[in-house]
């Protein structure tokens, strides 16, 4: 319930041009994806899932994707519009910064990644109405830390790149190894992250795609 009632301010935060707003946002989403983690951990080893905790705990989970990875691509993509606070008019270029040149995110991805999901949910729905229980897979699981990781170095790159424009950092070398760094880590869970979200949905259709469509 405590990551419901934070994603709309993990949403909101990173669009207000402010570096403490955005290291904010950063935080919250790392607070909200550590607990996540927790809290699944502590209901499976007490023994103390329950109805309401199924029901939540993947709301939540798809309520914060939206959340993260909405933000994310129009941050990413209309960066222009977007200048920090107390910055001469300039851009604060808010794309993924590697050594092989700036990395935005495609609206495939986005589409992709939220139309897995969609899916997996209708699909769990009507698997679960027929006595068939779905459960989480290797990949899966994967996918979802990929996800965090993702999400985290973009929301961290909001942050810094905010922060070193106000402090005029953008042509230091040892600035630039920061922002390559998390450019790379962000770039690298992305691609890992789509393919797993590929590959997981291959997997769950391998498996229980037949059941399910003599059952529709």
């Known amino acids: 319930m405590g990551r419901i009632a934070l994603t709309?301010?993990?949403?909101?935060?990173?669009?207000?041009?402010?570096?403490?707003a955005r290291l904010i946002?950063?935080?919250?989403?790392?607070?909200?994806a550590v607990t996540d983690y927790w809290d699944g951990h502590l209901a499976r080893?007490?023994?103390?899932v329950t109805d309401l905790g199924r029901l939540l705990d993947p709301l939540a989970?798809?309520?914060?994707?939206?959340?993260?990875?909405?933000?994310?691509?129009w941050l990413q993509?209309?960066?222009?519009?977007?200048?920090?606070?107390?910055?001469?008019?300039?851009?604060?270029?808010?794309?993924?910064?590697?050594?092989?040149?700036?990395?935005?995110?495609p609206l495939w991805i986005v589409v992709v990644v939220l139309g897995r999901e969609a899916f997996m949910t209708v699909f769990r729905q009507i698997a679960a109405r027929r006595g068939i229980v779905i459960a989480a897979i290797g990949p899966a699981k994967w996918k979802t830390t990929f996800q965090s990781i993702w999400l985290g170095?973009?929301?961290?790159?909001?942050f810094a790149a905010t922060f070193a424009a106000r402090?005029?950092?953008?042509?230091?070398?040892?600035?630039?190894?920061?922002?390559?760094?998390?450019?790379v880590v962000g770039v690298t869970s992305m691609v890992g992250a789509v393919v797993l979200t590929l590959w997981s949905l291959w997997l769950y259709l391998q498996r229980y795609g037949r059941q399910v469509a003599r059952l529709v």
């Open 8 to 20: 709309p301010l993990i949403a909101w935060l990173p669009f207000t041009t402010s570096s403490s």
């Open 25 to 32: 946002a950063f935080l919250l989403f790392t607070i909200a």
């Open 45 to 48: 080893s007490r023994n103390l």
């Open 61 to 73: 989970d798809k309520l914060l994707l939206v959340a993260t990875l909405i933000p994310m691509y």
């Open 77 to 105: 993509k209309h960066y222009t519009l977007l200048v920090p606070e107390g910055t001469m008019p300039q851009p604060t270029p808010l794309l993924f910064q590697t050594p092989l040149g700036a990395v935005s995110l």
């Open 153 to 158: 170095a973009a929301y961290l790159w909001f």
């Open 167 to 183: 402090q005029g950092w953008e042509g230091d070398s040892a600035w630039r190894g920061v922002a390559y760094f998390i450019g």
